[in-house]
């Protein structure tokens, strides 16, 4: 089945500067990989997500980057603020339209002012 | 939350006492999901259901039983509460086929002494 890897595990950069997170899946049959938002407290939110058939997909200060041969793709946050701190997860979708998503272990972003 | 609410948020209970999760939705969504989220491991899928008693097992199923009789509410049933099981429970719904674009809910927090 598949398996996504996500890293960094924590992440701290400085206020303005930009952040990458990274995840790799092993399933080439996935076909869609959403990104979430944690924040203390609550439940993951939805921030981007891209498909297969695209390569890159942005969203303000948000951008996702997919490279198929590779089974790797990467959220991309500019010009960070500190509201951006939370855990992120990755997630893909796996074959067979089964309704599951598997996720990442999470990443912890720090934005300090 | 996109319409969607877990009940209790918060639970205590000891080993060897069954303990029973509510998840309810608004938004009429055919798929609903069981996760659990611990450190180290992300969002891990327990079961989840693609329509009224149609339901089926995740990656961490053991221990763990569900039920819909009704389109709005998948209730999530621990049989035999373990302190393994303490974690934090997030229910998801999804309109899509494949797991795409679930949309999460606020969490039950559960300890299991």
């Known amino acids: 089945g598949e398996n996504v890897e996500q890293h960094p595990s924590t992440l701290s950069v400085q206020e303005g500067d930009s952040a990458v997170i990274k995840c790799t899946y092993s399933?080439?049959?996935?076909?869609?990989f959403p990104w979430y938002k944690q924040e203390l407290g609550k439940g993951p939110q939805l921030i981007i997500d891209?498909?297969?058939?695209?390569g890159e997909k942005k969203d303000q200060r948000i951008a996702v980057t997919l490279n198929k041969t590779a089974k790797h793709f990467s959220l991309h946050i500019t010009e960070t603020q500190p509201e951006d701190s939370a855990v992120y997860f990755c997630?893909?979708?796996?074959?067979?339209?089964?309704?599951?998503?598997?996720f990442g272990q999470g990443t912890t972003l720090q934005v300090k002012p | 939350d996109a319409g969607i609410t877990q009940s209790p948020r918060h639970k205590v209970t000891e080993t060897g006492t069954p303990v029973t999760l509510r998840c309810h939705q608004t938004?009429?969504?055919?798929?609903m999901y069981w996760y659990r989220q611990d450190p180290g491991h992300g969002l891990r899928l327990i079961h989840y259901?693609?329509?009224?008693?149609?339901?089926d097992k995740g990656e961490v199923s053991d221990g763990y039983s569900v039920s819909r009789s009704k389109t709005e509410d998948f209730l999530l049933t621990l049989e035999s509460a373990t302190s393994s099981q303490t974690s934090v429970y997030f229910c998801?719904?999804?309109?899509?086929?494949?797991?795409?674009?679930?949309?999460f809910g606020p969490g039950t927090r559960l300890l299991v002494l």
């Open positions: 998801a719904i999804s309109e899509q086929r494949g797991g795409e674009t679930q949309y």
């Open positions: 399933d080439s049959a996935s076909n869609y």
């Open positions: 891209i498909r297969s058939n695209v």
């Open positions: 997630a893909g979708n796996g074959s067979g339209n089964t309704g599951k998503l598997i």
């Open positions: 938004e009429n969504h055919r798929y």
């Open positions: 259901s693609y329509g009224v008693k149609d339901t």
